[in-house]
Structures are given as structure tokens and as C-alpha cells.
């Protein structure tokens, strides 16, 4: 079965990001794979260790999204391919859906597992949207995959959501955004490293995945930082921890906050 699991180069979380006339920089601060794609690419490697199969990583985006493919190759996937070209340097979703779409088809995955989220952009809407192009079922916020018949082409998943764990049967081919629950993503091995460091990727043009430059949909209109907080700080004092609370309630009372 060949899995393909899509993943982000994004701006490290720990980034101060600063917006100025509209544009967003990160300063210094390194591009990693988007953290909860990393979830995405375990659970590929444990399905495909369960029941046989292998997993390509693709990444959209230029030159430096290798990085985050060269994570999932170090992590264990034994493919990976840059998705990239100048005609998708401001795709909206749509577009981006479409790209990831050709390149699951391209490969003949009969699995595409995506992050929740990616936590630049924060849209959460790529794997169902590529699931759309592709006409294939769409399992979001998976937190485990109990059943999977290669063969019956059926998976059975249990979705993650606010009241509990839904359980659902799909038929495959299909697309999975996976949640952290589902495990925790191993670290990448010495001599997986090593063999990232060495991979030739490759790179898929839009001519190569036989689709036309896709036109926006939604245009982005601006971007600014949210308005700075003012914040301020008081230690409370008092001579037992009794006075110190009762003071602090006063506080929290006086202030409206209950
Ligand atoms: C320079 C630039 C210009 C942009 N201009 C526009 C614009 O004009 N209009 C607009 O609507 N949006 C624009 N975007 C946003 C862009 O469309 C989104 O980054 C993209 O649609 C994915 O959405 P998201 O990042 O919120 O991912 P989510 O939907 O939050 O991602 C969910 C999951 O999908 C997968 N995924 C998402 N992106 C990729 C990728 N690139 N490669 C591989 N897997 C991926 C990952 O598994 C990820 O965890 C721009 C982005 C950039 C960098």
C-alpha cells in the first residue's frame, strides 16, 4: 500500500514573528516541519510497519521546504518529494489542494495523511480540501486507526473530538488529518539522518503533475499583528496565606473579573 504524507516547512514556534506593513518575518529564527505534521508522519510509518507498505513525504513550497522533507526521511520515509513551482508562491488553499491532490494521484497513494494544522497559516482545511479534489473520503482529527483491510480496501478510524472518540468505517482510498494522541512522533535515528543528509529529492513541477497554474480563490487583503496587551503585574502581600487570598479575592472582585 503506498501512503503519502504531506508536510509544511514552517517558521519554528518559538519564532517571534513581527508583521510590518504587512509583511510577516520571523528574523533569524529557523523553518522546522510543521510540529503536527510529525504526527502525520509517525502514524504513516507505524501503518505501513503494521501493514506493509511505503510512505512518501511531499512538501510544497521552495528550496528550504527539503528541510522538513529531510525530517520525515530521517524519521523514516522512504521517499520524499518537493512539490514547486513559481506559479503556486501565493496559492490560496484551493490551489495548494489542488497540487497535493495530482501528486497522491501521481504516486497511486491509496492513503494521504496530513497534519491537523499547519501552524503558520492555521487554516486546518488542506486535507479536506484535498480529499475533495480527489473525490476521496475525508477522516479528520484521527486519534487511532483500529482496522485497516489493504486488501477490502476499508479503514476503520476513531476521530478525536470535543465529547469524545467517534468511530468511523470509510472505504479506501482515503484522507487522514491526524491528531497527537495518536502517538508520539519517534526521533529520528543516527542512520536515518545520515541517509536524509544524502537524498537526492526531487522536484515536481506543476507540467509534472500534469495541472495548469490554479487560479486563487481567496485573496489575502492584509495582514497585521494583533494590538499589543497591556499588562501589568502586582504581588499581592499579607502576613498569613489566609490575608494574602482574602486580599486577592477583594482584588478579583474589585476588578470584575468574577
Ligand atoms: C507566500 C505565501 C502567500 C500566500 N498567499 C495566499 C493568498 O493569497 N490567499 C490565501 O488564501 N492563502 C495564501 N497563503 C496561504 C496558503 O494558501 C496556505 O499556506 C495553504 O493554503 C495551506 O494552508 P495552511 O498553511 O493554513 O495549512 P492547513 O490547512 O492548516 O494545513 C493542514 C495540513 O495540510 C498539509 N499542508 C498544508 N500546506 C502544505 C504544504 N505547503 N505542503 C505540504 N503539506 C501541506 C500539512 O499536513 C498540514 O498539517 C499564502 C502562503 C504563503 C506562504
Not at 510512505?55 to 510544497?60: F, H, I, P, Q, R
Not at 512539490?83 to 494521484?105: E, G, H, K
Not at 519517534?186 to 544524502?198: D, E, L, N
Request: charge should be negative; aromatic fraction near 4%; include cysteine.
Amino acid at each position: 500500500m503506498k501512503i503519502a504524507v504531506f508536510v509544511k516547512q514552517v517558521p519554528d514556534s518559538a519564532a517571534k514573528i513581527t508583521v510590518e506593513n504587512g509583511v510577516v518575518s520571523w528574523g533569524d529564527a529557523p523553518l522546522v516541519i510543521n510540529p503536527w505534521d510529525e504526527y502525520a508522519v509517525e502514524a504513516a510509518l507505524l501503518l505501513a510497519e503494521k501493514h506493509g507498505g511505503e510512505v512518501t513525504a511531499y512538501s510544497l513550497g521552495d528550496e528550504n521546504a527539503k528541510e522538513a522533507l529531510k525530517h520525515a526521511l530521517a524519521m523514516g520515509c522512504q521517499q520524499a518529494v518537493l512539490i514547486s513551482d513559481p506559479a503556486l508562491a501565493n496559492a490560496d488553499t484551493a490551489a495548494v489542494a489542488r497540487a497535493l491532490a495530482a501528486a497522491a494521484q501521481k504516486d497511486g497513494a491509496e492513503l494521504a495523511l496530513f497534519g491537523k494544522q499547519a501552524i503558520d497559516w492555521d487554516s486546518g482545511v488542506t486535507p479536506s480540501m484535498t480529499a475533495r479534489v480527489l473525490g476521496w473520503p475525508a477522516l479528520s482529527l484521527v486519534a487511532a486507526v483500529p482496522a485497516l483491510d489493504p486488501a477490502g480496501k476499508t479503514i476503520k478510524v476513531e476521530r478525536a473530538i470535543e465529547e469524545g472518540r467517534q468511530v468511523v468505517e470509510s472505504r479506501l482510498p482515503a484522507a487522514l488529518s491526524i491528531v497527537k494522541d495518536y502517538a508520539e512522533p519517534r526521533y529520528p535515528s543516527f542512520m536515518g539522518i545520515r541517509k536524509a543528509a544524502q537524498a537526492q529529492i526531487p522536484s515536481w513541477t506543476l507540467a509534472d503533475l500534469g495541472i495548469s497554474a490554479p487560479a486563487n480563490t481567496v485573496e489575502t487583503l492584509g495582514i497585521s499583528a494583533p494590538p499589543a496587551r497591556e499588562v501589568s503585574n502586582e504581588i499581592i502581600t499579607g502576613d498569613s496565606p489566609a490575608d494574602i487570598a482574602a486580599k486577592l479575592v477583594d482584588k478579583i472582585i474589585g476588578e470584575g473579573v468574577l
